[in-house]
């Protein structure tokens, strides 16, 4: 994927906000199963909880990137621990990305706005 650091920035800065997607009733009644859903390991919950709704689904696919983004953080810590001085420091810094993802998608879901994580929130679509 070829990314330019002015397109990098525009995503943090601006992330997609794909609210007009859902109806207002279906944000309404169904904002604490997507903000359940930014809870890594619940990503599943609308699922269950709340089969109809869209906003819900929403936030499953992006608690299941939020996941996948703990996990590859969590190995990549590891591996920056092997490398003198900086390793720590790197992955200290590292390891702050998925709480950052993670209010930042709660935050979101609790306001009723259906907002893609910066950079990989267009990687997948598992439940639709």
Same mark, same amino acid.
């Given at each position: 994927?070829? @990314? $330019?650091?002015?397109?990098?920035? +525009? ?7 794909v609210?007009? @997607?859902f109806t ?5 009644? $169904?904002? *604490? *199963?997507?903000?359940?859903?930014? *809870? !890594? &390991?619940?990503?599943?919950?609308? /699922? #269950?909880?709340?089969? +109809?709704s ?6 499953? $696919? ?10 590859? #953080?969590?190995v990549?810590? #590891?591996? /920056? ?8 420091? %790197? ?5 702050? *990305? !998925?709480?950052?993802?993670? %209010? &930042?998608?709660?935050? $979101?879901? &609790? ?6 994580? !910066? #950079?990989?929130? +267009? @990687? ?5």
């Open positions: 994927i070829h @990314m $330019n650091f002015e397109n990098l920035k +525009e995503q943090f800065l601006h992330p997609q906000d609210s007009d @997607m207002a009733e279906d944000i309404e009644k $169904n904002k *604490v *199963v997507g903000a359940l859903a930014c *809870v !890594p &390991f619940l990503f599943w919950l609308p /699922l #269950v909880a709340a089969k +109809e869209g906003f819900a689904k929403f936030y499953a $696919n992006q608690g299941l990137l939020e996941l996948i983004l703990s996990i590859a #953080v969590s990549a810590t #590891v591996i /920056l621990a092997f490398i003198p001085f900086i390793g720590g420091l %790197l992955g200290t810094i590292v390891s702050l *990305v !998925p709480a950052a993802a993670f %209010l &930042f998608l709660i935050i $979101n879901a &609790f306001q009723g706005k259906a907002r893609r994580l !910066p #950079v990989i929130g +267009e @990687m997948i679509e598992a439940f639709k």
